[in-house]
């Protein structure tokens, strides 16, 4: 199983970026897709997730009406576009996939994901 996201890179205050997490060695349309991310020393936090179908999505509030995650089972992957970006968005994302529904009404755990991609660096500059 492979997990490889893409798309982070430095950009100012009120950008926007599209991060992809391609998957490969599992049906991607079975699992559950979160966007997770890390600051430097801080823990790893839930940013969105996405039911396997598409259709039930939940958003912490720090990105809450700034950002859409998305998927296309298709083409085995998932995205997380974010606009109206902050220095405080400044992090490591991280895709992870789970192997079960989702109702999109609570964030996930980092410790209950089945699957992690390597991460993409996203830098926010002032």
């Known amino acids: 199983v492979q997990l490889q996201a893409s798309g982070g890179g430095l950009v100012q205050v009120g950008g926007s970026l599209r991060l992809s997490c391609a998957a490969s060695?599992?049906?991607?349309?079975?699992?559950?897709m979160a966007w997770f991310r890390q600051a430097p020393g801080k823990e790893r936090e839930f940013v969105a997730g996405i039911h396997y179908g598409g259709g039930n999505t939940y958003y912490t509030d720090a990105v809450q009406g700034r950002s859409t995650i998305s998927r296309d089972n298709s083409k085995n992957t998932g995205y997380l576009q974010m606009n109206s970006l902050k220095p405080e968005d400044t992090a490591v994302y991280y895709c992870?996939?789970?192997?079960?529904?989702?109702?999109?009404?609570?964030?996930?755990?980092?410790?209950?994901?089945?699957?992690w991609g390597k991460g993409t660096l996203v830098t926010v500059s002032s």
């Open positions: 992870a996939l789970i192997r079960r529904p989702y109702s999109g009404t609570y964030p996930l755990r980092p410790d209950g994901m089945n699957y």
């Open positions: 060695g599992l049906t991607f349309s079975t699992y559950t």
